[in-house]
């Protein structure tokens, strides 16, 4: 099965004889073992780039205990097997093997880059890492201090605890509304039996999955696999994860002291599996998630200057699917800065869109997508997000024609079923105006004790 | 530009200003350039990468933030706003609207010693994106309307990216300790109060005065080969006349012989963090050859979980959950190698500081062993390999390098350079910064309420603590 880059001007690339460095297809590759991983081959470079995931990530810390997810993530490249912290670092940092891992929502997220030269050593010590971390108590405690660190800090920063109150209201008691790092008493609370019955569960072989980017062909990739994850369990827990009410549209105001307040909005969005999820892509980029030209950054900061930055944006998950709105800007610009927002939010729901924003639109999201794949790991990264979606082997060929397809009639239905003034929930974190009205006021001070167990 | 060397190694390799010649010597090493040079002077670097079908094209202007007159801070940055509202023949918004249109990737960022354009975009758009860059190079039109709100524009910016982060506070001050006289002191967005009075003639002066082919580089690199290039580049950039253009001069430091602090407390840190600014050569401004020793001794020093100072100050001694040294060698002069912790648990400053002293001290006084040194060397020169898997690497390399005064082959022979040093070069490297004639300057970064400090950290993170605030993310 060849899949083919598509130029935007319809050219095949890896046709053309004077284009072979490039990537030219994507392929399934599965192990002795069962370990299945989508592949892109190019020898351009002699490196190679892993990207992983197994299911279930934060959303299985259990009550008490959030945090662990990622704790567990800041200890595998910390000593394994018989190999003590130091030496495990300093093995990879020798080799210069980047070896990654971080905590999701949904997975655990896992990237190895290494030099083809490396790419045995690499292998072996990811798997040691994932079937035999060593959690010692230097090392944990080491990192329990620095993640401690990090929730102190973020506990500082105005967006970190916007983003934690809009969360909690969003998603109530839902475990995707918890705090990724813990607070500082579930991050004290964890114990190694913890963060091993964590690995037992969660690091098996039906949760895995797989994308290789680089210098390495499918006859190489099935015996690397089954050197990666060969010792892997076959099976686990499955990730459990209860359903999800919308709340009803609130206002919010979290009182900080700083020079700027920063602006959250959010309603209801639309899940990645949607029929019209490219045409409300498409809506979305006209409205305010295009930068430059889309409606929002032009009404509020080229036209009237409030702001050095406004956007929106989809947020997906399994359970919960919103349409959100960041920016942040001088206490007094808030009021005029909403109701502009809330003004072109009703006129994209009314009237829609022009034919030539469409044409424009099309031609920057088809145009600008070979930008997100000009190197080993961007397209690793890519191959993985194509099955943790569902889109298949020939998406990077077939994205297109999908974004192609939309018409006006497409996007100015989605705009008008979708887009509603008045279910926009807002948050703003900092000192608003008098004029702005909220339901509810608390201070930062409340969300930072509470997070540092204060 | 804060980029971390995990996603761009090839920030490490920017280049000496010593060799002569445009086109690389024999013996290219790293990214094969092609180059060549306009009839009205402009330098064009041509990097082939075939990876997917598109190209970087980034302009280079050798201005910045400390080229800028005494009293109009933050001009240059001013400028790289403007740029974007108008000329000529291409109305306010419509340079931003074509771009989008054309499904390019569109920033442009000032720094103390350049300012940089750049389009990321499908190969076979690229000479549209040539044409808009060529026409604001010659024919900027900008009106009174547009100056206004661009400069609210960046009052927003400097609360949101300067007063609202205590950490760019204190480096913004640290900064202006520092350098007393040269204007690496101002920082590159201005000062508030001067951004308030730029004007319209201001930025039509600086413009004016710099903006000139023979004053930029152009590098082009990706879906694009060197004859494809030339033609392209000889129709637009071609066309516009050089002129001249001031030499770049800058003020001397004064001697100092004193002790310098900065301390910043606020309820928003919750979290303590130390850190110290050494004066330190660049590749271009380097009397006694030590800029690339200074890279190694900054890899095997505070670079990862295995450099010195992590390993005796994290690991070992459990003072500190980060500690490491962070050293950018591009720069037309002296810039700071940074150093930095967070500590941990109760560990006061005081204590944090005393025992950072003490390594530097073992250093001076114990030294390195070669095996130390071989593996920094080791682990610098495979980043080369790493940094041609990436678009953008070679674009900031070459630009960066030729912008700064560099060469072509002080970024293609960087990883025989770096091969080069001796462990005997690495110590007259850490005797000249960190010995008793360097020069210093060191913050303090403190929360309101000491008392609620219960633990303390940061990730290792280098970019925490970037002293460089050089880019403007235009979303």
Redesign the interface.
Known sequence: MTTAFLSPSGTALGQDADSGNGFSHVETVVSDQGVQAYLASSDFVPVVSINFAFDGGIETDPAGKEGRANLVTTLLDEGAGDIRSQEFQRRLADLSISMRFSAGIEEINGTLYTTKEHLDEALDLLALALTEPRFDPEPVERMRDSVAGAIRSNTGDPGWIGRRAFLERVLGDHPFARPSRGTMESLMALEVDDLRQFIEERFTRDALTVAVAGDITADELGPALDRAFGDLPASGEPAEVPDWEPPEPFSTVVEWQGPQSILMLAQAGISRDHPDYYAALVMNHILGGGGFGSRLTEEVRERRGLTYGIGSGFYNTDVANLLMVNSSLAHGNVVPALDLIRQEWATMREDGVTQSELDDAKRYITGSFPLQLTSTRDLSSMLLSMQLQNLGEDYIRERNALIQAVTVEDVNWIANSLLDPEALSVLVVGQPPEEFSADETISAREIVDRELGR | MTIKR?NAAATALLAVATGAGLAPSAGAEVFRPDVFELDNGLTVVVVT??????VSHMLWYKVGAADEEPGVSGIAHFLEHLM?RGTETVPD?EF??I????????NAMTSWDYTAYFQ??????LGRMMELEADRMANLAITDEVV???????L??R???V??R?SSRLNEQMYATLFQNHPYGIPIIGWRHEIEDLSINDARAFYDRWYAPNNAVLVLA??IDVEAARPLVEETYGRIPARDVPERTRLEEPDSGAEFSVTLTS?????PNWRRFYLAPTYTDDPNGHAYALQVLDELLGT???SRLY?SL??EQ?IA??AGTSYRPAGVDQGPLVAYM?P??DTGMAALEEAFEAEIERLLTEGLTEEEVA?AK??LT??S??A????MAPVYAFGQALATGGTIDDVERWPSRIDAISADDVMAAAEAVFGANGRHVTGYLLPEDPD?????????DPDAVSPDMDTE???
């Open positions: 995990a990468n075939r990876t997917a079908p598109v974007f918004g931003s609207r771009v989008q249109r054309e499904g390019a990737r569109s990321n975009v499908a190969s076979d758009r206004a709100p661009e400069r609210n524009v960046i927003e910016e609360g949101q990216v007063e609202s205590p990706g879906d309820d928003q840190v919750q979290l990862g979980t295995t390993r994290v690991v459990e959950v980060a967070t941990r648990g593996t080791d682990r495979i980043s390999t790493f041609r898997d990436s678009l609620a400090a219960i633990r303390l950290d940061e990730p290792v993310i235009v979303q």
